[in-house]
């Protein structure tokens, strides 16, 4: 059984930083394409980050820059390093994963079979 939990959130002002983390359990993330979504108060969830077997990164524009998706393949953790945050980036925070290769590594929500339970980000301005 696939696991994924998510860390790492919390309250910061504007201009601040925070690294999300991803543990994993049942589930290698260097194996197949993974990523991190968001969703904000009352809006739909969005992909965010996602990085690929081969180590290939793809990103929203609203954090190109800002935001970096890594893992630690010894430790099997997902991380999002987010820099200069914005009110804007308050949201629920997920770590996704898709269940196969062969699936077009994108932030389309609908390609991920695997999710956590999300941890909270809010940005004060």
């Known amino acids: 059984q696939v696991q994924l939990v998510e860390s790492g959130g919390g309250s910061v002002q504007s201009g601040g930083s925070l690294r999300l983390s991803c543990a994993a359990s049942?589930?290698?993330?260097?194996?197949?394409?993974v990523g991190w979504f968001r969703q904000p108060p009352g809006k739909e969830r969005e992909g965010v980050a996602a990085?690929?077997?081969?180590?290939?990164?793809s990103y929203a524009d609203s954090v190109k820059g800002r935001f970096t998706i890594s893992q630690d393949h010894a430790k099997n953790t997902l991380y999002l390093q987010m820099n200069s945050l914005k009110p804007e980036d308050t949201a629920m925070y997920y770590c996704?994963?898709?269940?196969?290769?062969?699936?077009?590594?994108?932030?389309?929500?609908?390609?991920?079979?695997?999710w956590g339970q999300g941890t909270q980000v809010s940005v004060s301005s």
């Open positions: 996704a994963a898709q269940s196969r290769g062969g699936i077009f590594c994108s932030l389309s929500v609908g390609l991920f079979a695997y």
């Open positions: 049942g589930y290698t993330f260097s194996s197949y394409c």
């Open positions: 990085i690929d077997s081969d180590g290939s990164t």
